[in-house]
């Protein structure tokens, strides 16, 4: 839900390879290493990982 309302939403994609890019580039470079997450002990997903290996 958050990935939709804070970046798909915003934009109109020409085709597939577009959208794929510019969810891949937010997924990497935004969601894994900036925003926190409740059910990981409030890390984000790249700390929790670090954390874990």
Do not use: C, M
């Amino acid at each position: 839900g958050h990935l939709k309302r804070e970046w798909v939403y915003q934009f109109k994609y020409k085709n597939f390879e577009e959208a794929y890019q510019s969810i891949f580039w937010y997924i990497e470079a935004f969601y894994n290493s900036k925003q926190i997450h409740q059910s990981l002990g409030y890390l984000t997903p790249n700390q929790f990982e670090k954390v874990s290996a």
